[in-house]
């Protein structure tokens, strides 16, 4: 089931997260013009999703979730949405929610992989990079 679901347009990435298969995922090129506008719902939604899971039954496990970047390019306001979202996944760390992250680059764009690098270090989740 896709718990939300954002076609890409010229400025704005695809966002898919299926909570069937606990996997978040944006795509594309990031650029939108109001920032806030396009990444605040995503992360609400996120947030919203984790704490009905925390309210949940406590004999349940706790699913993990995959967190897939493959961008292509991104301005400095995805940049903070990334990080915000970052902080976020490590403040559901202490109630078990467990994520990864992936991080998608082309081999031959080492600009990608060092913006990845740089956003790894804001967080705790274990951080993928994997060459396309």
């Not at 496990?61 to 903070?80: A, D, E, K, V, W």
């Not at 976020?88 to 031959?108: F, K, M, P, R």
């Amino acid at each position: 089931m896709l718990l939300l679901s954002i076609k890409s347009t010229e400025t704005t990435p695809e966002v898919v997260f299926d909570i069937e298969k606990n996997i978040f995922e944006i795509s594309g090129s990031s650029r939108p013009e109001n920032i806030s506008a396009f990444y605040t719902p995503i992360i609400n939604t996120i947030e919203t999703h984790f704490q009905s899971i925390i309210h949940k039954n406590h004999t349940e496990s706790t699913p993990q979730f995959i967190f897939n970047f493959r961008l292509y390019y991104f301005n400095s306001g995805t940049s903070h949405f990334i990080a915000s979202l970052f902080q976020l996944l490590n403040s559901y760390t202490q109630y078990g929610i467990v994520s990864q992250i992936h991080w998608y680059y082309d081999d031959e764009d080492m600009d990608m992989y060092e913006a990845g690098e740089e956003l790894s270090f804001l967080t705790t989740i274990p951080f993928h990079f994997i060459a396309e």
